[in-house]
């Protein structure tokens, strides 16, 4: 049983859609701490052949809070607006659009289910199907946090092999995982390149990008170009 987990980002780019391919159990991580101008609540997108930020506005975003206790903003149709005009000349845009305008448009403040809806959508189009889980909903309050967090997060899904993004590399010890009996492996992502609209690709931005030049089964080749150390 191979177990993954992140926080919920909004649109994140292609390593996070790797890593839930591998996983049997995704865990969405809604009770770790908010991060002011992190990516939870941001990506880039491609506005005139150049990366451009977008940023879901969020309420109650105060010092310590975790990511389930912060609100949805109101200016989703500012940025469906932006992703409108952004990609309309796209070839995947008649496809994707409408699911990227459901998503936006989905009636919900809490951030963290927001964007657990959004990952589970764009997840089911890319025939990406673990058992999604919150991870409030796992592990309720508890002291534990970084690694033994972690190890605790696998033994209660009964994952022998964790997987994490290679940034993770820094936080977490194979050895200590070994010593629960867990496999630890890291994932890279490889280089991905594909048409724009114009010569010189614009890397890593959000799955956004990537489903508006690529088809289903193109993304599909895409998933599995990455190696885990």
């Given amino acids: 049983m ?5 926080q919920p980002y909004l649109f994140p780019y292609i390593g996070y859609w790797q890593l839930m391919s591998l996983s049997d159990v995704y865990v969405i991580s809604d009770s770790m701490q908010y991060i002011k101008k992190g990516y939870v609540n941001r990506n880039n997108i491609l506005v005139d052949n150049k990366r451009h ?16 206790e912060v609100e949805v903003g109101s200016n989703r149709k500012k940025i469906l607006n932006s992703i409108f005009h952004a990609y309309k000349k796209a070839p995947y845009f008649e496809t994707i659009f409408p ?17 657990g809806n959004s990952i589970e959508t764009i997840a089911s189009y890319l025939d990406i199907k673990p058992k999604f889980i919150y991870l409030s909903e796992l592990q309720g309050d508890t002291p534990l ?8 997060i696998c033994k209660r899904v009964n994952a022998d092999h964790y997987v ?7 936080l977490y010890n194979k050895k200590d995982f070994e010593k629960e009996e867990i496999r630890l492996n890291f994932l890279k992502t490889g280089d ?14 959000s799955i956004i990008d990537i489903m508006m030049f690529n088809s289903r089964e193109e993304i ?3 998933l599995q170009e990455y190696i885990l150390i």
């Fill in 2 to 6: 191979t177990a993954g987990s992140n």
């Fill in 164 to 170: 994490n993004a290679i940034g993770g590399q820094n």
């Fill in 192 to 205: 991905i390149e594909y048409k724009q609209f114009g010569n010189q690709f614009i890397p890593n931005l």
């Fill in 99 to 115: 699911m990227i305008e459901k998503i936006l448009l989905y009636e919900e403040r809490n951030l963290a289910k927001f964007l």
């Fill in 53 to 68: 930020l977008i940023t879901l506005e969020v309420i109650g975003a105060k010092s310590k809070k975790q990511i389930n």
């Fill in 220 to 222: 599909k080749t895409m």
């Fill in 145 to 152: 946090r970084a690694q033994a967090r972690t190890i605790d």
